[in-house]
């Protein structure tokens, strides 16, 4: 009897363990470059956790499925799941062991070898994609061209097409051209450009862009009859590195670069605009050049921001003011790579002449002085007493007189600047721009005086500005 029971417990225990395998699996252990290879693991048992499995061979996994099976053997029930990962091997490697939890277990799979060998024919290929740049030692910032091919032969049929563009880990993306397509012999070519930037310094490196293409295929089924399907294949371009070095300290531009400034004009009213164009020519990191508003002192300048168009980079700037000013001269320093020198470039100072100018009043007062004679130039006449207490009673009356009429005269005096005067307006607020009401205001008067709307301004409010400030 215990032999029998000893014979039942083995059998029970070896049966487990046949339900508990895990065998993994390729469809081909030597592909071509570009060729997918679909990985399976077969599990038996009654419940299982997905391993999650999202890499192979360095590779990602394209897509999953799973398939669920029931045996019944002299009336026990097993389960069988199949779980398949399609990739693209891009190396030859080990597919190490993938550990998965079975009725409450871990089993592991077993390791797996695959062989990935060069394309044949490269030349005579139905698809071929290919990088190329015009550079590959650069400065952090130089701008160069990155060219992606892809060359399709003419009597080549593409069901359908997916393309991965490479990593840019490391660099600006500056602009990207249309693609263009053409002609040339036996393939169908089209080309885009991509001009970009390095941002660091170090050996940078884009990978290889792929291309995945599905063309029609045929296959014997389980009654061996050919039918027809879908095969994609990936085709890989070469990658690409760099060589970038930093730039000499101080400096944030590289490239070639000339300046200009013009003016619509360099005599004006007071408070009248001028309106300056700068524009810088070239070619190099046109991005990274900052504003040119300047700041004058009692000159009220506005700025728009800069556009790029192709290699120009234009600004303009608008001056009011009251008084004489010059527009002054704008600097660019750069490094140029050709001639691995630091160059700088600049405008010349631009003097703009106001009409009937607010003159400023300067008090000089001569002193003469000597050893022989210390008696100053400015004479003071001695006042006596009596005229003395007749001032201060005079004074002490206009005093009181003030404060009685204070509120009276502060509001004549507020009313002097009118709605009607928009420019004098502006230029007085502007000292007052931090006051989200008055940053209101100024920007309706701008609108208004430099870009020809008509925006209705709330009187109330600029009364209460003027009020609350004390401008007159």
């Not at 252990?29 to 038996?44: H, N, Q, R």
């Not at 009692?298 to 790029?308: D, H, L, Q």
């Not at 405008?347 to 400023?360: F, G, L, M, Q, R």
């Not at 008090?363 to 207490?389: C, G, M």
Request: proline share 3%.
């Amino acid at each position: 009897m215990n032999t029998i029971l000893k014979l039942l417990f083995l059998l029970f225990v070896s049966s487990h363990g046949v339900n508990a395998e895990v065998i993994a699996k390729v469809d081909s252990k030597t592909v071509e470059l570009g060729e997918m290879v679909t990985y399976s693991l077969s599990i038996s048992g009654e419940e299982i956790t997905r391993p999650n499995i999202k890499r192979l061979c360095d590779s990602d996994v394209i897509s999953t499925s799973s398939q669920t099976s029931m045996q019944i053997i002299n009336g026990n029930i097993s389960k069988n799941y199949v779980l398949s990962y399609k990739f693209v091997p891009q190396k030859s490697c080990t597919i190490e062991p993938v550990e998965v939890e079975v009725d409450g277990k871990i089993e592991s799979s077993n390791s797996l070898e695959i062989k990935v060998v060069p394309v044949s024919g490269t030349k005579d290929l139905d698809f071929v994609l290919k990088l190329q740049s015009d550079k590959k030692e650069l400065y952090v910032g130089e701008t160069f061209d990155m060219t992606l091919t892809f060359k399709q032969r003419k009597n080549a049929e593409a069901v359908d097409s997916k393309f991965t563009s490479p990593e840019l880990k490391g660099f600006w993306v500056k602009n990207e051209s249309k693609p263009q397509k053409y002609e040339d012999g036996k393939y169908i070519i089209t080309k885009i450009v991509y001009t970009m930037a390095p941002q660091r310094a170090g050996e940078l490196k884009i990978t290889k862009a792929q291309m995945q293409v599905a063309s029609r295929s045929s296959k014997v089924d389980s009654w061996g009859s050919w039918i027809p399907s879908i095969k994609w294949k990936t085709y890989f371009s070469n990658e690409l590195s760099f060589d970038v070095k930093p730039l000499p300290k101080d400096i944030n531009l590289v490239g070639d670069f000339s300046i200009s400034a013009t003016v619509d004009k360099t005599e004006i009213e007071a408070n009248e605009a001028v309106n300056c164009i700068v524009e810088v020519l070239g070619s190099g990191n046109l991005e990274d050049i900052k504003s040119f508003k300047p700041e004058i002192q009692g000159v009220a300048v506005f700025e728009e921001k800069g556009a790029i168009e192709g290699d120009k980079l234009t600004q303009k700037l608008v001056f009011v003011a009251e008084k004489e000013f010059s527009v002054p001269e704008f600097t660019l320093k750069y490094f140029n790579p050709k001639t691995k020198e630091i160059k700088t470039v600049s405008t010349k100072e631009i003097p703009i002449h106001v009409k009937n100018a607010k003159s400023e009043e300067v008090l000089n007062i001569k002193r003469q002085e000597s050893r022989s004679d210390a008696q100053e130039s400015i004479k003071i006449t001695q006042i006596d007493s009596s005229t003395s207490v007749i001032i201060f009673v005079f004074g002490l009356v206009c005093g009181v007189l003030i404060m009685i009429f204070k509120e009276k005269i502060n509001f004549k005096k507020e009313h002097k600047i009118s709605i009607k005067d928009p420019k004098n307006l502006l230029v007085k607020l502007l000292e007052f721009k931090h006051d989200p009401q008055v940053e209101e205001i100024i920007d309706i008067l701008e609108k208004n005086i430099y870009q020809n709307q008509n925006i209705e301004i709330d009187k109330k409010s600029v009364t209460e500005v003027l009020k609350k400030y004390k401008i007159n």
